[in-house]
């Protein structure tokens, strides 16, 4: 396996770790103070139906829809530097810059930390533009 591969699979392994991580900081509020907004969760641990979900696990179900609207990006990118080898130097560093970028983003959006969750995004969205310029140099 190329260096390169190496760096891409393991950024891809903690982006989807963190995620099912977000996922089970949800389950855990929703345990925590036994508050459900579907009717069969609330039935099995003998609850009433909320009306809406707790502040937690709405501030996390955010964090994962941002989550959805540019790991996939990088999924795709990334498997486009690594597939028409791009410069290890430059696309290791963006690859490992977004995904500690992506790690703050949800660390500062889930304590609602601002300028930080904007800063981290925006690192990130740059790491999605500089993967974009390899992969264009490379066709190019």
């Not at 979900?53 to 990118?77: G, K, M, T």
């Not at 999605?128 to 310029?133: D, E, I, R």
Request: with cysteine; proline share 3%; aromatic share 12%.
């Amino acid at each position: 396996m190329n260096d390169l591969l190496a760096i891409y699979a393991g950024c891809v392994l903690v982006l989807c770790l963190k995620m099912f991580a977000i996922s089970c900081y949800q389950g855990f509020w929703r345990i925590r103070r036994r508050a459900f907004t579907h009717r069969e969760d609330a039935a099995f641990f003998g609850r009433r139906v909320q009306p809406r979900e707790l502040s937690q696990v709405a501030r996390a179900q955010r964090a994962w829809a941002n989550d959805l609207e540019n790991i996939p990006l990088f999924f795709v990118l990334g498997g486009l530097c690594v597939a028409l080898g791009s410069s290890p130097g430059v696309t290791g560093w963006l690859f490992g810059l977004f995904t500690l970028a992506r790690l703050a983003h949800t660390v500062t959006y889930l304590a609602g930390l601002q300028p930080w969750r904007t800063l981290a995004y925006a690192v990130g969205v740059a790491c999605l533009f500089g993967l974009a310029a390899q992969v264009v140099l490379r066709l190019g």
